[in-house]
């Protein structure tokens, strides 16, 4: 073994001198580490409070005394807090509203409600306005807040005062300990939140019930994600290979071998991954203690998740190794110009080679066919040099650009190559996770698809002509399809609602009636009767002298809204009503394009960013002949733009086209399941956002450059 001093110093020299560069590194390791060391901590040492810090009290149905005083029977010193949830009344003059009020034992009055409920209202900011909830017998002045989306009321009460039996609506118990914990025949208590640290076991956890076959699918794909990580860390160290390349050149003279050279490299590859590990546990701690004290979650120990992180820091090593390892032995090997041409290599055919054995694999039909996606993938990324090997068979046609481009892609594919699989790695996860996302909106087993839009009243008006109106333009928007009013009864809560109108209802709500109990219901609603569905609402129709407030309108139409006709509703005034819609086409636009082309642009970026930055240097040597005898300045970034749009193309062309594969040959769902909207908005958007952070980087870095000179 040559002596390791030598390398050593080496590696410390370029990571102090290129400090910018080792940043990036080590963030790239960093980052991970401290999202992973958070998402331990918080299962671990964390747990979400659901009652404030608080423990549950329940009282049995049948008991003698007060609530009072069946529970201090049981804690005698107990700090107690009582909840109850009901409607509330608010008058402002002639203008009458329906709150949800909150009615508990601790803090004080509040009424804050939306600006357009308070102009409903006719009040504003500061104005008093009389609160009566349902078992009270005198209201109470109280002054108005804006805010919020949505009104809240929370009335207080002296615990001792409370008595379940005179309250229409059911009071909740609680202690103010945390760790609160009894049972006896009338009183139980228990905590809301876990009472101390659990094991750290997260990951045998998640692999518990998993048979060997999903345990191993689990696997490649973690190792198929690590490789992603490493290909986008490699040019990095592909770029100080080059540096300690021709240092070690001139050390060579006194006796250096070129082994120190790979070891210089994988020195580098551990201290930046060392550091990045060191830094992102301690950002992870951090993050843990701030997250536990910005939010709902509770310490409830310090377990260190040991599991985890001893799984995130042999990852972290082994991205490290695998990224340096190629840059390492390909600049240890002293060669002639000539030697350093792109040539087909036999470790060029692992990855096809790997990538036919998944496909086989996953064609099997076996129980390990699962396992076959992930190698698929291992295939597909590390068969990149081997595609850069078949692209360059076509590297002389084109301008002069694309002709450097493609020059610079092939003369460095131990720096490009890495690049364009890791586009390829997160193209491919990207593509499988949208396979059969076609958005075509079915409820249940798809035989009776039903759109549905649904208004929901912010404020509940005893004059719900102004909620009324909101709902008619709503109407408006979606092609006048006329809404099913629901009102409910101030008194018993039952469900009013118009008789011809009730079976539209009932289909958007039960499961379990016919066209004929659908029908029956409806005669019984024309009677008089009261009907009960499965979910046990009742329901009534209008009758003379009734109390009720409008609780929400409901749209059935007959085909799916466009999504011009979603947005146009969006556009509609709803200042007094919520509404959503069913299916939901701005959901889908967020979660089926909006995030795979976020994080597949995202990724582009950084990679196209840390490449162009990294090649620029070199590049813009080729170019000084060329502009010394009349190139144009902008030579340097079209060619660095140039060469980021390859990249980009050839990472997210192959990695859908790999996922396309699998698509027709091992899932047999055939090509209907393609998302091929969403499959052309990446291959078109991604590569030329990768075209102008390449171009736009190489810019700023050649005026830089040209500054400092």
Not at 23 to 36: E, Q
Not at 404 to 413: E, P, S, T
Request: net charge neutral.
């Amino acid at each position: 073994m040559p002596s390791l001093i030598v390398p050593a110093r080496l590696a410390r020299r370029d990571i102090a001198k290129h400090r910018w560069r080792s940043l990036v590194a080590v963030l790239f390791f960093a980052l991970p580490i401290a999202l992973v060391t958070l998402l331990g901590f918080m299962n671990t040492s964390a747990t979400y409070s659901y009652g404030d810090g608080q423990s549950g009290i329940t009282l049995a149905e049948e008991g003698t005394g007060t609530d009072m005083e069946r529970i201090r029977a049981v804690f005698p010193d107990e700090e107690l807090v009582a909840k109850a949830h009901a409607l509330a009344t608010v008058h402002s003059g002639e203008a009458m509203a329906y709150l949800d009020v909150t009615y508990a034992s601790n803090g004080a009055d509040t009424l804050t409600i939306p600006e357009e409920a308070a102009r409903a209202l006719g009040v504003g900011e500061g104005d008093t306005v009389e609160v009566q909830a349902p078992w009270e017998e005198v209201a109470r002045p109280l002054a108005v807040e804006l805010g919020s989306t949505r009104a809240t009321l929370r009335l207080s009460v002296p615990a001792e005062e409370i008595v379940s039996a005179d309250f229409p609506a059911p009071v909740s118990w609680y202690g103010t300990n945390p760790h609160l914990d009894a049972i006896t025949a009338d009183v139980q208590a228990h905590p809301v939140t876990h009472s101390g640290p659990e094991p750290s076991t997260l990951v045998r956890d998640i692999l518990r019930g998993s048979t060997a076959f999903e345990t191993a699918s689990l696997v490649t794909l973690g190792l198929l994600a690590l490789i992603v990580l490493a290909a986008m860390i490699s040019p990095i160290f592909a770029v100080a290979a080059r540096r300690q390349y021709h240092s070690m050149r001139l050390l060579s003279i006194n006796g250096a071998a070129p082994a120190q050279l790979r070891w210089t490299l994988y020195f580098e590859a551990l201290a930046i991954s060392a550091v990045g590990i060191v830094l992102g546990l301690a950002l992870g701690i951090a993050g843990f203690f701030l997250v536990a004290a910005t939010s709902d979650y509770i310490v409830t120990g310090f377990v260190v998740p040991l599991d985890i992180i001893a799984l995130s820091i042999a990852s972290s090593l082994f991205c490290a190794l695998a990224a340096a390892v190629i840059p390492a032995v390909r600049a240890s090997r002293l060669r002639s110009g000539d030697e350093a041409r792109l040539r087909w290599r036999w470790p060029m055919s692992i990855g096809p080679a790997i990538l036919v054995f998944g496909l086989l694999l996953t064609l099997s039909g076996s129980d390990w066919s699962v396992v076959g996606y992930g190698i698929f993938g291992i295939g597909a990324v590390t068969s990149t040099p081997a595609l850069l090997w078949l692209l360059s068979r076509w590297a002389a046609r084109g301008p002069v650009p694309l002709r450097l481009a493609l020059r610079d892609l092939f003369r460095q594919v131990h720096r490009t190559a890495p690049a364009i699989a890791a586009i390829l790695g997160l193209s491919f996860v990207i593509g499988v996770m949208s396979l059969g996302s076609t958005y075509q909106y079915v409820q249940g087993d798809g035989s009776n698809p039903m759109p549905v839009v649904n208004a929901r009243a912010n404020v509940y008006l005893a004059d719900s002509a102004p909620v009324e109106k909101e709902i008619r333009e709503l109407s408006q928007a979606i092609g006048g399809v006329p809404p099913v009013y629901v009102y409910k009864d101030l008194d018993d809560k039952t469900l009013v609602i118009d008789p011809a109108r009730l079976p539209d209802y009932l289909r958007y709500t039960t499961t379990d009636m016919d066209a004929g109990d659908m029908a029956e219901a409806q005669r019984a609603l024309e009677r008089g009767e009261v009907v009960e569905s499965q979910f046990g609402e009742r329901m009534s129709a209008p009758r003379e002298g009734q109390r009720t407030y409008l609780d929400r309108a409901i749209f059935f139409p007959e085909r799916e809204l466009t999504m011009r006709q979603e947005f146009s509703a969006r556009r509609t005034r709803q200042e007094l009503i919520e509404v959503s819609f069913t299916p939901d086409h701005l959901y889908r636009l967020r979660e089926h394009y909006i995030f795979p082309l976020t994080l597949l642009s995202l990724a582009c970026l950084a990679v196209m960013i840390l490449l162009a930055a990294l090649s620029v240097g070199e590049t813009r040597a080729d170019l000084v002949t060329m502009w010394a005898v009349g190139a144009p300045p902008r030579l340097l970034s079209r060619i660095s733009a140039m060469q980021s749009l390859l990249i980009a193309v050839i990472g997210v062309a192959s990695g859908l086209l790999a996922t396309l594969v699998v698509q027709a040959t091992a899932r047999g769902g055939g090509l209907s399941e393609v998302p091929w909207s969403l499959w052309l908005l990446l291959l078109v958007a991604v590569p030329l956002l990768g075209w102008a952070s390449g171009g736009i980087t190489a810019a700023v870095s050649h005026r830089r450059r040209s500054r400092r000179r």
